[in-house]
């Protein structure tokens, strides 16, 4: 998919950010729509069903946890990439916006050429897709549809933030391979988008929860697996 059909929403309560953002991103080629607080998100969100949603925390109305948690139960915007853009940035803080279903959290301030490659790297898999890249892997009772972008387990269908699929589908991959802890973020979140350390851990501990504990093993002082044993 060319840059020129990638809708981003960018959501801040901040008229500097959204010009400033909003300024570079557009002269990167991308549609760009804004909201300046949770409710407006949603709304705008529901309208054009945007790509990526750059995501304040610290709003009025409704704050971009709650924002975040309830676009999340929107099925028409399961496959929207949410990444918080936020000062907020606290261990507690990116752990509450994983739980809330966020792909990625990114702090400001941010220099504009690093967030437009971090927006680049984010948003590669919607190019990919128009690429006929993804596929659908079944090991054993768990079936993993790279094209819609859902996982199936006896025949009942889960659908999973986009970082958890993706870490989902590297690990089962090649079950049963420990897959090392720098192997994973890099072909997970990428070069050009910093973590923190424990956003691995996070994103296992929902995967457990959602699919299974069986299925995701840690190798201590290594990385991961995804177990068939």
């Known amino acids: 998919m060319k840059k020129k059909n990638i809708k981003v929403l960018l959501v801040d ?18 549609q760009i729509f804004t909201a300046t607080n949770g409710l407006e998100a949603i709304e705008k969100a529901r309208e054009i069903i945007p790509h990526l949603i750059l995501l304040d925390v610290m709003m009025p109305k409704m704050d971009g946890v709650e924002a975040c948690q309830k676009i999340r139960k929107i099925d028409k915007l399961q496959d929207v990439i949410v ?7 606290e261990d507690y803080s990116q752990l509450a916006g994983f739980d809330a279903g966020a792909d990625d959290y990114i702090t400001k301030p941010v220099k ?17 897709n128009e690429e006929g890249i993804n ?17 199936q387990k006896d025949n009942t269908k889960i659908i999973l933030p986009r970082k ?9 991959s090649k079950p049963n391979k420990v897959f090392e802890r720098d ?8 070069n050009d988008v910093i973590v923190g350390g424990r956003t ?22 290594v990385g991961y697996k995804f177990s068939t044993n």
């Open 13 to 30: 309560d901040e008229p500097d950010v959204l010009e400033i953002v909003g300024y570079n991103l557009k002269n990167e080629g991308y």
């Open 83 to 89: 990444a918080f853009f936020t000062a907020r940035g």
């Open 112 to 128: 504009p050429k690093v967030l437009v490659s971090k927006v680049n790297s984010l948003l590669r898999r919607v190019r990919h």
């Open 135 to 151: 596929t659908i892997m079944t090991i054993g009772d768990i079936i993993i549809n790279r094209e819609e972008y859902f996982v």
């Open 164 to 172: 958890e699929f993706e870490l989902m589908a590297l690990l089962a």
């Open 183 to 190: 192997v994973i973020l890099k072909n997970v979140w990428g």
């Open 200 to 221: 691995i851990d996070v994103h296992i501990r929902r995967l457990r929860e959602k699919v299974g504990e069986k299925y995701f093993k840690t190798v201590k002082g």
